[in-house]
T-cell receptor, first 112, second 114 residues
């Protein structure tokens, strides 16, 4: 059963520390998305890639967030330095071209 | 810019009762429309989608939704709710042409009482 895998599932870190979240998209899916979910803002699209190239990262705070796809099987979202306001659930999703996305189970990040 | 409104933050229904969750969208052309469900601690699972064609679409778990262009709505329905349907439901819209700039609604939390 193909699925999007995210690691870690939970992360607690201190303010100022670097956080890296990883995502393994479904094999063959050429589009990868990063979403952030908070109670206040709901689901926000942070960035997305097609064929490993970043297409849009306008939803991402550029000063501290970065997203990359080192290869077709790995997408990363990095926060450096982390702040308490970054506490949220971060979802990765992948999709074949022009169809719906499949979501991972998320990484719950708590910055204290 | 596209937007989605889910006017009901929380809905409570009795098990076996019918369900309708409301969704209104704003977009200049015919968008792609989706309903997702999220169980606690889980990611989002697609229930159904509308791209074109028949305006009544069937999804998984006995759900259906009807696209009404005149009302800019895409309401989700189920004739008989089961306790396992308790979850949060998200309506989403994307520009026609694929899953790119998808905008999600704020969600409706469904509680099912016995």
């Amino acid at each position: 059963d193909a699925r999007v895998t995210q690691t870690p599932r939970h992360k607690v870190t201190e303010m100022g520390q670097e956080v890296t979240m990883r995502c393994q998209p479904i094999l063959g899916h050429n589009t990868v998305f990063w979403y952030r979910q908070t109670m206040m803002q709901g689901l926000e699209l942070l960035a997305y890639f097609r064929n490993r190239a970043p297409l849009d990262d306008s939803g991402m705070p550029k000063d501290r967030f970065s997203a990359e796809m080192p290869d077709a099987t790995l997408a990363t979202l990095k926060i450096q330095p982390s702040e308490p306001r970054d506490s949220a659930v971060y979802f990765c999703a992948s999709a074949p071209l022009n169809t719906e996305a499949f979501f991972g189970q998320g990484t719950r990040l708590t910055v204290v | 810019a596209q937007s989605v409104t889910q006017p009901d933050i929380h809905i409570t229904v009795s098990e076996g009762a019918s369900l309708e969750l409301r969704c209104n969208y704003s977009y200049g052309a015919t968008p792609y429309l989706f309903w997702y469900v999220q169980s606690p601690g889980q990611g989002l699972q697609l229930l159904l989608k509308y791209f074109s064609g028949d305006t009544l679409v069937q999804g998984i778990k006995g759900f259906e939704a009807e696209f009404k262009r005149s009302q800019s709505s895409f309401n989700l329905r189920k004739p008989s709710v089961h306790w396992s349907d308790a979850a949060e439901y998200f309506c989403a819209v994307a520009p026609g042409g694929g899953y790119q700039k998808v905008t999600f609604g704020t969600g409706t939390k469904l509680q099912v009482i016995p």
